[in-house]
């Protein structure tokens, strides 16, 4: 629609010849006025000093009509228009629903689980594997999806007292204008003052409150600031991939496409066994001890239970995760329950040396 819409602020007489000349210009690229009433009014004229012109070859039916608002002696117009386009649905967004119940159903589904896949086995692959399946499995269904609706609200502040305040100024607006009495103008700019004043207070103790009661107060603030000025936040996820016009939409393809691209891109680099010009100057060969290198070997020890969950704890406590929706929060939160598998695994890499595929 807004291909179609212009806005256009000047003063048009009324059937006068340059009235006629500017319809004549604009209907030649199918553009027509839709205002014929008077925009701008006060205690001594009115005239009409704002349009907007629409394209008449794409809409069948059209409505418009003033909007007295006590902004300016200007009144806006409301330009209805009906569209075979198909409206968008009400936006909506699912979410895991993580709250107090979620988890201890979580974390009991965790204590009782056996792990036999991984206690089991001796293969490093099946081991993980299973490891993964099960733990995804628990967290699926411990923290199922909901349906929630993708609108904020950034006008909290706005109470019921506030607009009932906001329409009675209005009210007063249209006294003030349809006459002359000057204790009425006092009376109007009066309330105009006092109720500036309320609304900003009224923003700075919401705005106020949202800081205080956030765990992150720099982040909030700068939403606060960003919702003030208008700003939209930007995304950076990667929605698909183009691979040779076969294109991926599965955020664990992506992330295996991504991974398989940069573990190999390296190999690119490194020069031709032929060429002896460059052969000193990579470092990607391995330490051989027949060529002289006398390198230390490198050397795991094996963990323990103890160590994985320390480290697991260690970590920043955020809510932020991957393709697997797992984060820090939930993975705290079930390390001490899959210390013990999770050593298993580590244990059986560092004793076989192959890391899981």
Known sequence: MSHYLWG???????????????????????????????TRINQTTATATDNIFIDI??????????????????????????????MQSES????????????VDFIYKLSTESW????????????????????????????????????????????????????????????LRGGNNPALKQYYKL????????????????????ILN????????????????????ITHEIQKLDIDSNYITNQHDIAETLNKYFATITETFKPSIGDKNKKNQYTFNHPNKHNG???????????????ITSIIKSLNTNNSCGYDEISTRIL?????????????????AISTGIFPE
Not at 194 to 207: D, G, H, P, Q, S
């Open 57 to 86: 070859t794409q809409f069948d039916y059209f409505s418009v009509k003033p909007f007295t608002n006590d902004l300016s002696d200007h009144d806006a117009q409301i330009l209805t228009i009906q569209t075979p386009v198909h």
């Open 214 to 233: 956030s765990n992150n107060k720099a982040k909030t603030t700068w939403s606060i600031v960003n919702e003030l000025i208008g700003k939209q936040q």
């Open 293 to 307: 290198d006398s390198s230390t070997p490198m050397v795991f020890h094996f963990t323990s239970a103890k160590e």
């Open 116 to 175: 036999a896949g991984i206690f089991d086995n001796n293969d490093i692959d099946l081991m993980y594997n299973s490891f993964l399946n099960t733990y995804l499995r628990i967290f699926h269904s411990s923290f199922p999806y909901k349906k929630i609706k993708s609108i904020t609200n950034n006008y909290s502040w706005l109470t019921p007292g506030i607009k009932t305040s906001c329409k009675r100024k209005r009210e007063l607006f249209l006294l």
């Open 92 to 103: 909506v967004k699912f979410v895991r629903k993580i709250d107090k119940d979620t988890i």
């Open 332 to 348: 705290k939160i079930s390390a001490n329950y899959i210390c013990s598998p999770l050593t298993c695994i580590i244990n059986k």
């Open 191 to 210: 309330y105009c003052k006092i109720l500036a004043k309320v609304i900003k207070e009224a923003k700075r103790k919401t705005f106020s409150d949202r």
């Open 8 to 38: 256009l602020k000047c003063k048009l007489p009324v059937e006068s010849e340059q009235k006629r000349q500017l319809d004549n210009l604009l209907l030649t690229y199918n553009l027509a006025g839709t205002v014929n009433f008077p």
